[in-house]
């Protein structure tokens, strides 16, 4: 499922974001590839410790928590660092899959990539290309959001980054393990869920209310890993 969250970052956020992330030092993204991915890739992105973005990705987690469209439709278990990168001068990241499992640097820790996310932070109109284009089974999608929207896509897709020929496009991308791996299931439940909502809403009282929200929790406790 693809899914996008409108506003994530507030207008004044996205502003606060650009000002600090332009004042940074930039290095060639390639050195975060795979080998296979190396040679397609084409970026910028800021070091994992520069803490400008230690503090902006930390921003981003604490905003996670509180967004529930994520939290329904990722049903997130883990969340690798948010990172950032810049793409400008013809810059473009070719066709690939993202790695199944990625290291939090400086920990042990790591995180099988289930769902893969991309907050953008450039005004569309300020740069020319840019789209990232993701294939699933029903066939190439193209997507160039507005600063401030995030979009979430199966870690399992293909896809590839436009050339920017125009203009600077900067975004944050990181990762998410979910409690529901399968990218069917977790589709299912996201669906199950927001009709629970809105039943919830418009007949509160209702007894097949209660049954069909007892049926999403048992549900997720069958398709679950902790
Ligand atoms: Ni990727």
Do not use: C
Not at 100 to 116: E, L, Y
Request: proline share 5%.
């Amino acid at each position: 499922m693809m899914l996008q969250i409108p506003a994530f970052l507030s207008f004044e956020q996205v502003r606060q974001f650009n000002e600090a992330l332009h004042a940074q030092s930039w290095e060639d993204g390639r050195q975060t590839a795979g080998h296979l991915a190396v040679g397609v890739k084409r970026n910028l992105q800021l070091a994992h410790d520069n803490p400008v973005a230690t503090q902006l990705g930390d921003f981003i987690l604490q905003a996670l928590g509180k967004t529930p469209l994520f939290l329904s439709a990722a049903l997130p278990l883990k969340v690798v660092p948010p990172m950032f990168n810049r793409y400008e001068g013809g810059g473009t990241y070719g066709d690939h899959v993202d790695s199944a499992i990625r290291s939090v640097p400086g920990t042990p820790h790591r995180v099988r990539t289930d769902i893969s996310a991309t907050l953008f932070l450039s005004d569309p109109d300020s740069y020319e290309g840019g789209e990232l284009v993701v294939n699933d089974t029903y066939g190439e999608h193209a997507v160039k959001l507005a600063a401030g929207d995030m979009v979430l896509y199966p870690g399992t897709s293909l896809h590839h980054v436009r050339p920017v020929t125009k203009g600077t496009r900067l975004a944050a991308f990181f990762w998410v393990q979910s409690l529901v791996r399968d990218d069917t299931q977790r589709t299912i439940l996201y669906e199950m869920d927001t009709a629970i909502q809105q039943l919830t809403r418009e007949q509160p009282e209702s007894s097949a209310t209660l049954k069909l929200s007892g049926v999403y929790h048992n549900l997720l406790r069958q398709w679950s890993d902790t």
